[in-house]
């Protein structure tokens, strides 16, 4: 590969789920046919298993690949049940209609770990739940807001209330499971004090109203987006922000993102990659704000010459200290504020062996068996 400039994240991305190599071969035929659809509903590659069969919002079928690299899976058959409900998957575990279950719902979890056929697994997730304040929309321009915002929100609530253990306080974008993340920042608690007082040094001594836009639908790194947004709201309240919480689909939401109608957005981010430049660029970079990733339209070119410097070189100690810089800047411009990082949970049967939970979603099969 040539590149028109150095990027020491480009190895990182190439190996992402998105820079998949597709058989260009297979491709051609498709484009001869006339169905170049069927790439995608009709997969070939070189996994374990072989696509055999799927059935729209039913299943998925593949069986054994013979001819892989590593060795024959130790399954002959795999099939993905396709349940978007939370409570129906559990039925089928519980039923042993299957064997293993994805996202349990985290008030399913102390019912799963009392049940002796099942068993839990739990992995650090590369992914960060926040609430984006729209900067370039007073009073959010006003660094003091944000900080009197973040200062009134009590995470450990948000934590037990809405992840029930299965989350972790984010004082970062980035993970602690990020190589780039950055342990000498301070933990932040809330302190309803420093919250009015930053207000009343914005001129704000008396409150405001505010909206924030919400999805109602759970995400893989915030379970209950409504729920995480009433206790926001509660937390606002006790230093006289008025929180309105406006429940939209995301097509809707979006649209009003485009336009900037919005004043603050409950949103989240699942990295594609574990390099540090992947939550970064594209959460906050000024080149984000014009693609619509950046939900907080904040563009500091300081910001981004620290991320622009990073990948110019390979020198992880070099990068290191421009993330750290980073981190340190968005601590005190919060243009974003972190709330929680969530684990990734998964249910078998007990009798099911050899899965792998991957952190950047999804679940390796490859050596997966019954005993």
């Known amino acids: 590969f040539e590149l028109n400039q150095p990027n020491a994240s480009f190895l990182a991305t190439l190996a992402s789920d998105y ?3 597709l058989s260009a071969e297979y491709a051609e035929q498709m484009l001869q046919a006339g169905t170049p659809a069927l790439l995608d509903s009709r997969p070939i590659g070189t996994g374990p298993f072989s696509f ?29 049940d396709i349940t978007p409900k939370s409570a129906k998957r559990l039925a ?6 299957c064997d293993v279950m994805s996202t349990p719902s985290a008030s399913q979890l102390s019912v799963i770990k009392e049940h002796p056929d099942l068993s839990l697994s739990v992995q650090s997730g590369m992914n960060v739940a926040f609430l984006a304040l729209n900067t370039r929309k007073p009073p959010f321009n006003n660094v003091k807001v944000r900080q009197a915002i973040a200062s009134a929100i009590n995470i450990d609530n948000l934590l037990q209330a809405v992840y029930f253990d299965t989350g972790l306080p984010a004082n970062s974008l980035l993970p602690t499971l ?14 309803l004090k420093r919250a009015r007082q930053l207000l009343k040094e914005a001129g704000l001594e008396k409150g405001f109203e505010m909206q924030v836009l919400v999805q109602p639908d759970a995400r893989p790194y915030n379970p209950d987006a409504v729920k995480t947004a009433q206790l926001i709201r509660s937390d606002l309240a006790k230093v006289g922000i008025k929180l309105k919480i406006v429940q939209r689909e995301w097509p809707v939401i979006e649209g009003r993102l485009t336009k900037g109608q919005y004043d603050s957005l409950l949103s989240g981010w699942i990295a594609d990659n574990a390099d540090p430049d992947n939550f970064f660029r ?14 907080s339209r904040w563009c500091s070119p300081a910001f981004d010459q620290l991320l622009d410097d990073a990948v110019t070189t390979p020198q992880l100690s070099f990068r290191l200290r421009n993330y750290y810089y980073a981190q340190t800047l ?35 099969f490859n050596q997966a068996h019954r005993e």
């Open 92 to 97: 089928k575990l519980l039923t042993g209609e």
């Open 282 to 295: 594209q959460l906050l970079s000024c080149s984000a704000v014009e693609r619509g990733n950046n939900y």
């Open 52 to 80: 055999k069969e799927y059935r729209h919002n039913e299943f998925i079928r593949y069986l054994r690949h013979p001819g892989y690299w590593n060795g024959p899976a130790k399954i002959e058959q795999l099939v993905y």
């Open 330 to 364: 968005l601590n005190e411009q919060l243009p974003l504020i972190p709330l929680a990082h969530a684990l990734r949970t998964q249910v078998s049967r007990s009798n099911i062996e050899g899965l792998t939970l991957m952190p950047f979603g999804g679940t390796s």
């Open 19 to 21: 820079a998949v190599i």
């Open 178 to 191: 990020s190589w780039g993340y950055n342990p000498s920042l301070p933990e932040r608690k809330p302190d």
